[in-house]
């Protein structure tokens, strides 16, 4: 999976093809790029991230600009009463929502985790405002549909904007927890001990011999773990708190405490195994909105849930215990490989594989509980704050934190970083607090904002690019004599998606997709798939409704399929595909 | 007989058997029917103070779930600090005696005479699934409303059986089918069994519920009403994939409301669930595992059902009942495995499989056993070369002369010619003749009464000693767990859903801690005198109270004492 490899994907290449052909019909000069200068209709600044009430007006400012293109429907309200609103994106003109192929595309279920909203904005207002001089952003517009929810905890994300945090904390949603099982609630959070509106690190000097650190002789702000053979003089104490509950622990039962990406059907496990879990699937109201949102929209063929950090396109599954069929990590790979190419020092990876194990989350569920082809995608890598591949000390979470430093010193003019300063803390008396602001580590800065979103948003618009597009070729008729038929038709998807998940196809997941011959002179004897298209009989007959055949597994990916019937009677007939996931179509015939 | 599927035109002409009246009545003759449960329950709400209903939740087809709570009948009773004890019947459906079973236990827990409202809340919900269970009482089967598209053709509910011979149950049907693997048995052509490949035999029909191809797919009785199990809908082991399973865990009204109710009581220290499984007749055996998928208990907890079950079944006039297969998404699995609260499983009552032939046994004997007099099937003799069917009609024409089971008679189908219908009726593999039910009732009822001293009940141990003349003091505590039980099950460990024991010092005011923790947990004692010890050195004022030690536990109650030396 190098994504710098000398080759395009076999989908890139076929997308190609396809935009050739497209762009000779139908492009035309946008007035809005008239001498090569872009003035789009809606101006969003996208060098800053949003509260959940921006991404709201930002929302509304799109479908007061587009009412044709834009629903906005509630799905409910968070624990705390926020409203969760989805965009329904989509050209009403050309049909409606519900009678097309879509994609779901979500961000910010982990609270902190903000940049998925922006990003999951930004591919509504980019495909908007290309309409009329993309062709490929027009066909994704009338032929498909985005259902958008900017963020999934949108408590948790103004928490983290709004009050005191860490880069990694406000994760959780806000329903109150009892994390230490001391019968209270959330009642032993961080502390802004110092009133800066940063929960930063506390750190103490103690007699040498007696610490577990020492200063850094360059750099008086990084501490350097000792070695066995080394005194240290310096103690970590963790983030600012104090034990407010007196029970000896600081910090262990703050704010909400679980994690709503555990809180998913497939595979889901309770907390002793699953941290984090929740009682059961869907017990929280967001999940339970989103849930049931998606439930009821069988049209949903791809989804795209963003979160930070570390530079990822991840698919599942989360435990090794779970096996996805081969045909389907095919297009997953395909899907991947593209990725890593339109995102520099990002991985295509494996959840439980690669990363660690998830049981309950949301793509896991999405793709093994609905057979929907799922990403998360983990957006911003530390790398790329200077641009190069990590080096051999970096992790995936932080790269040398000299190197942060020096970033923020020079670039950054030292922003996003805040100097040790002493402090009286009632426990331990003279420590000093400081460290890296929230806005440091796991988000990018704000000038990198729009590279990073529009990359992201992209690679979502190329997964619905790809979404199965099943066409009919002309029914063939042949007279077997004494009044009896063979009707033949290929069905041809010249996408990378199949109609049909294989994991939706082997554990009947949804209405298979259905091919129908109906003509009221038309007797069907019998009908089925033809497994060698050069021996027609080789047809294999259903028990079960002959005339109108359940195509399990659908149409593959980049692939065609072959029904036949054996029929009797004269006159006009009608052969009709549908599918939940793929356009429908038909074919008229005549015996 | 003579049947159509040996002798077609013989079977045609044969009249039905004229049935004898027999010594019992069928279920659910004599049974309450789930609303009659409800009225009573009301009833009692109404008459007695120390009983309330608790609705959680409303049926598809709008049936409220209820609970009944029952605490002690003293006017100052309240069940604040108490454990309870949860009683849940009927989940399947059509285990009617299981509601009345409940039923009768809540008449006792009223009565204000039920030893075990001394130490304990009793919660109890005699009818667990209200749908299927109206539909079992009244002949159907015990679906569900929920509409579920069980075929996944677009269509819900649109071909499921039904009575198509409009004789008040759904039963089977015989169907000639080459394809088909049973034969009709020899010894008793009511029994259908599998032909014997390696005897030469091949099949010749298949057996089918009663009903009709509605939807005309050429697919039988395959959409019928509703679909999903409340009984797989639980979170363990739940099976993704299974249609009966739901589309997500807790999907359903019943099983989302009681696992919310579960939930909002964390005082519940042990649960009985009475259904279709039985770990008190065969008590699991232990393991170690925390595995998703587990199914065996942790070894303590092991132990426990074990001492339980052999509680429950050292009676002589309670025969074991047999246990179905361990499923997968149940309830009882849930409470143990994702919570760590104790579950006993009891299925009451199964049909006896020891009724002596009639030949054998001679004609004054027959029909008098109630099996409830016999000993454990286990201990029987086995009989000659009779499968558990052949012995089951023995016992069935002993008790009900013939009536429990509908002997197959010819039908001519609309859609598939001459096939036989008959079979068992419903209920009565699972369910007693309604002249058993008050003994199974007192049984039930005197050994939950009998958990009154298994209940976890804290307890100080303490000694205090002044170790000076201005008010410094030296307390040294055991706290003691009375009780068979834990206040905590190994399995409550494991999941850290279960509350520790909250362990806190009081001093007066101007009192000084010196030595020691004023608050800490105790994660779990067992119980039959399980015990954590304390030592605390503290300072109080000269003319002050004394200091006191206070224990608490969601699932064993408050223990509080004052530290005064002795």
Not at chain 2, 224 to 248: C, D, I, M, S, T
Not at chain 2, 503 to 523: H, I, K, M, T, Y
Request: proline residues 6%; hydrophobic residues 35%; charged residues 25%.
């Amino acid at each position: 999976m190098n994504p710098f490899k000398n080759k395009l994907p076999r989908l890139v290449l076929s997308c190609l093809g396809l935009t050739v052909a497209t762009l000779s019909t139908t492009a035309t000069a946008s007035a809005q790029e008239a001498g090569g200068r872009w003035e789009p209709k809606v101006e969003i600044p996208w060098n800053r991230y949003y509260t959940h009430a921006e991404l709201q007006a930002h929302m509304e400012t799109l479908q007061k600009a587009y009412p044709e293109f834009i629903e906005i429907v509630s799905i409910g309200e968070s624990f705390e009463g926020r409203p969760m609103r989805v965009m329904i994106l989509t050209n009403r003109a050309t049909g409606a929502h519900e009678d097309k192929a879509g994609m779901w595309v979500d961000g910010n279920v982990h609270g902190n985790e903000v940049q998925g909203g922006e990003a999951a904005i930004y591919l509504a207002w980019w495909l908007l405002e290309h309409y009329d001089d993309n062709p490929r952003a027009k066909k994704l517009l009338d032929q498909r549909v985005f259902y958008i929810l900017p963020s999934q905890n949108p408590d948790g994300r103004d928490h983290w904007f709004n009050k005191a945090n860490t880069g990694s904390s406000s994760r959780t949603g806000t329903t109150p927890t009892d994390n230490d099982r001391d019968g209270l609630f959330d009642e032993d959070d961080y502390d802004d001990l110092d009133g800066d509106g940063e929960i930063l690190s506390m750190r103490k000097k103690v007699e040498m011999g007696h610490g577990t650190h020492r200063m850094d002789p360059d750099d008086h702000r990084i501490l350097i773990p000792i070695n066995a053979d080394q005194e240290g003089d310096w103690i970590m104490l963790g983030r600012e708190g104090i034990d407010n509950d007196g029970d000896g622990r600081t910090n262990e039962d703050g704010l909400g405490g679980y994690d709503m990406n555990r809180n998913w059907p497939s595979d889901w496990q309770p907390h002793h195994i699953q941290g984090g879990a929740g009682d059961y699937p869907f017990s929280y109201p967001e999940t339970a909105n989103v849930g049931k949102f998606i439930i009821n929209r069988p049209n949903i063929a791809a989804v795209q849930s963003f979160h930070n950090t570390g530079g990822m396109l991840l698919r599942g599954p989360g435990d090794a215990s779970v096996r996805y069929p081969r045909s389907d990590i095919r297009t997953y790979d395909a899907l991947g490989e593209e990725g890593e190419l339109m995102l520099p020092f990002y991985r295509y990876m494996i959840i439980h594989s690669d990363l660690y194990t998830v049981h309950g989350g949301f793509v896991n569920w999405t793709y093994e509980g609905l057979g929907i082809f799922s990403f998360t995608n983990e957006l911003w890598a530390s790398p790329q704050y200077w641009g190069k591949q990590r080096d051999s000390t970096g992790g995936y979470w932080t790269s040398n934190q000299r190197q942060q430093l020096e970033f923020n010193d020079s670039v950054n003019l030292g922003e996003l970083y805040v100097d040790w300063h002493p402090f009286d803390h009632p426990l331990y008396g003279e420590i000093e607090i400081g460290g890296f602001k929230r806005q440091h580590g796991r988000v990018a800065p704000s000038f990198m904002i729009e590279e990073m979103i529009h990359r992201n948003a992209m690679f979502c618009a190329r997964h619905a690019e790809e979404i199965a597009e099943v066409s009919m070729e002309e029914p063939e008729v042949e007279d077997l004599g004494k009044g009896l038929y063979r009707v033949s038709v290929d069905l041809i998807n010249p996408k990378v998606m199949p109609s049909r998940s294989a994991m939706a196809g082997q554990n009947a997941i949804g209405t298979p997709d259905i091919v129908e011959l109906s003509g009221d002179g038309i007797q069907v004897l019998a009908g089925g798939l033809v497994r060698d298209r050069f021996r027609p009989e080789r047809m294999t007959p259903v028990t079960l409704e002959p005339a109108r055949l359940r195509l399990e597994n659908g149409v593959p990916g980049q692939g065609r399929v072959t029904v036949s019937w054996l029929v009797t009677g004269s006159g006009d007939f009608m052969i009709r595909y549908s599918a939940e996931k793929c356009d429908s179509t038909e074919k008229p015939g005549i015996l | 007989m003579a049947t159509p599927l040996q002798d077609p035109d013989a079977a045609l002409e044969s009249p039905p058997a004229v049935q004898e009246i027999p010594d019992y009545v069928i279920p659910p003759d004599g049974y309450n029917s789930p609303e009659a449960i409800a009225q009573e329950l009301e009833d009692l709400a109404a008459a007695h103070a120390n009983v309330s209903l608790i609705e959680i939740g409303q049926t598809n087809d709008a049936y409220p779930l209820r609970i009944a709570s029952f605490i002690g009948a003293d006017s100052n009773a309240s069940a604040v600090g108490l454990p309870a004890i949860l009683v849940v019947a009927n989940l399947e459906g059509d285990r009617l005696a299981t509601s009345e079973v409940a039923l009768s236990l809540c008449r006792h827990l009223a009565s204000g005479e039920a030893e075990i409202l001394k130490r304990a809340q009793v919660f109890v919900m005699p009818v667990a699934n209200p749908d299927a269970a109206m539909r079992a009482f009244r002949g159907d089967l015990p679906w569900r409303g929920a509409p579920t598209d069980n075929d996944r053709d677009g269509r819900v509910d649109e071909d499921g059986p039904f009575d198509l011979n409009d004789d008040g149950n759904i039963l089977w049907m015989r169907v000639a089918n080459p394809n088909g693997t049973l034969l009709i048995d020899e010894q008793d052509d009511r029994v259908s069994r599998e032909a014997d490949a390696s005897a030469s035999e091949a099949g010749v029909f298949e057996l089918l519920r009663e009903g009709s191809d509605l939807d005309g797919d050429r697919a039988r009785m395959e959409d019928g009403l509703g679909g999903v199990k409340v009984e797989a809908n639980f979170p363990h082991r739940w099976r993704q994939y299974a249609p009966e399973a739901g589309r997500f865990q807790l999907s359903e009204v019943e099983s989302r409301a009681l696992v919310d109710f579960v939930l909002m009581h964390p005082s519940i220290a042990l649960a009985v669930v009475l259904d279709d499984e039985d770990n008190l007749a065969k008590p699991p055996s232990g393991g170690s595992s925390t595995d998703k998928n587990s199914t065996d208990p942790r070894e303590d907890d092991a132990a426990l059902l074990k001492i339980l079950g052999k509680r429950f079944h050292d009676s002589d006039d309670f025969a074991k009942p047999r246990s179905a297969e361990h499923g997968s998404g149940n309830f009882a699995d849930w409470l143990y495995f994702q919570r760590g609260i104790l579950v006993l499983e009891s299925a009451l009552w199964s049909a006896p499989l020891d009724v002596d032939p009639p030949e054998e046994s001679g004609a004054e004997d027959s029909g008098e056993g109630t099996g409830m007099e016999e000993a454990p099937a286990e201990e029987a003799e086995p009989a000659r070369d009779l499968t558990d069917e052949h012995k089951l009609l023995i016992w069935a024409d002993a008790w009900y002369r013939g009536a429990a089971f509908q002997d197959w008679q010819v039908f001519e189908h609309e859609k598939l010619g001459a096939v036989e219908i008959g079979g068992w009726h419903p209920l009565v593999l699972n369910n007693p003749p309604a002249e058993l039910l008050p003994e199974l009732g007192t049984h039930f009822n005197s050994f939950i009464d009998s958990l009154a001293n298994d209940l976890p009940q804290l307890r100080w141990s303490v000694e205090v000693t002044a170790l000076d003349n201005s008010g410094v003091f030296e307390a040294r505590a055991f706290l003691v767990c009375d009780g068979l039980l834990p206040t905590m099950t190994a399995m409550g460990r494991a999941t850290r859903k279960q509350m520790p024991i909250r362990v806190g010092l009081e001093l007066p005011e101007g009192g000084e801690l010196l030595v020691g923790r004023g608050q800490s947990a105790v994660e779990r004692l067992d119980g039959l005198g399980d015990n954590s010890e304390f030592h605390w050195i503290y300072r109080i004022p000269a003319r002050g109270d004394a200091a006191r030690i206070r224990a608490t536990s969601k699932t064993a109650g408050e223990a509080l004492t004052v530290l005064e030396v002795k």
